[in-house]
């Protein structure tokens, strides 16, 4: 697929073959957008809640039984409930499943939001939608989704050591290098750093890097930078990759276990074209979105896609 990059900066216009999401880019000067995340409620600490029967439902054989959703939740961990016998596996204080399970989302029902700010046609594939800034253009895709989300994280942590993605073509992007002024000319199937600017460390320039990977990485730069993993090993920021034009991940977003040590995960994605990113609906239970270890065999189906044996990975680049 060919990918079109804009002007980011001091970057020139040029066309690269990637074999990754197809990706509809702007010509000319692309605008530097807002710094500003979407507007959030106060988050609820998940202690505040008390049981009531509006949060539950009837089961099989009237049984009362807790709902999954809990509507005036505002992360995952205020509004999903873990399944009944499972608790969720500890997380490190500031590690990523903490940012993950702490991470704002939008009101409960939240349609989910195409870049130009359209509805996605598919409203049926989602339980939440993340507050997770989107590009404006069809640039922030699922590939690109995950990457923000991990450099979201390290930026919040003061990790940005970390931030660094491969280009389809093998080239490093790093972003203390882009932080310290150096900026990425691509030509054909090469691309080299310039020096061109001064250190900003602002968002406005963290975004603009951004904008540069999400323009050249893609599932298949992705694929190279994780290796395989296994269920009995699942943790938050693993994922399902199928790298591929186009090919598809979606992102461990949350874990639980029960007394057996069987675990169940949530899953996240961003999709093409670009939106919103958003927790998904596990398609086999119609209101529970939790995925069960027990019931994970391959093909492994989600809402919009089916990924093959072997795609469950893990990323190597940030060890």
């Not at 931030?163 to 002024?181: D, M, S, T």
């Not at 030509?187 to 250190?199: L, M």
């Not at 998904?280 to 994970?296: C, S, T, V």
Request: with cysteine.
């Amino acid at each position: 697929m060919n990918k079109k990059l804009y002007y980011l900066g001091f970057i020139v216009i040029t066309t690269v073959s990637l074999s990754a999401c197809s990706k509809a880019l702007p010509s000319g000067q692309a605008d530097i957008l807002s710094t500003e995340r979407q507007e959030t409620e106060q988050v609820i600490p998940a202690t505040q809640y008390q049981e009531t029967a509006s949060e539950q439902e009837l089961g099989p054989g009237g049984v009362l039984e807790e709902a999954f959703i809990i509507p005036e939740g505002n992360t995952i961990k205020t509004r999903i409930r873990t399944p009944q016998g499972y608790t969720r596996v500890l997380a490190q204080a500031g590690s990523l499943a903490e940012f993950i399970r702490e991470y704002p989302l939008k009101k409960d029902q939240s349609p989910v939001l195409l870049y130009d700010g359209t509805r996605k046609h598919n409203q049926s594939a989602h339980a939440a939608v993340f507050s997770l800034p989107i590009e404006p253009e069809d640039l922030q895709q699922c590939a690109d989704s995950v990457m923000r989300i991990y450099a979201e994280y390290f930026r919040e942590t003061g990790q940005d050591e970390k931030i660094a993605f491969h280009f389809v073509n093998g080239f490093l992007a790093e972003y203390v290098k882009w932080r310290e002024g150096y900026r990425i000319n691509v030509n054909g199937d090469d691309a080299v750093w310039e020096k061109t600017a001064s250190y900003d460390d602002s968002y406005q320039t963290f975004v603009a890097y951004l904008r540069m990977v999400f323009a050249y990485a893609g599932t298949l730069s992705m694929e190279a930078e994780t290796e395989q993993t296994t269920l009995e090993e699942l943790e938050a920021g693993d994922v399902f990759l199928q790298g591929g034009s186009p090919g598809h991940v979606v992102l461990v977003l949350d874990v639980c276990e029960n007394s057996e040590g069987r675990k169940a995960f949530l899953l996240g994605q961003g999709y093409m074209p670009a939106q919103e990113f958003h927790v998904l609906k596990n398609p086999g239970r119609e209101d529970d979105p939790w995925y069960y270890e027990e019931e994970a065999g391959y093909p492994f189906e989600t809402p919009e896609y089916t990924f093959t044996e072997g795609s469950l990975k893990r990323f190597t680049l940030f060890d």
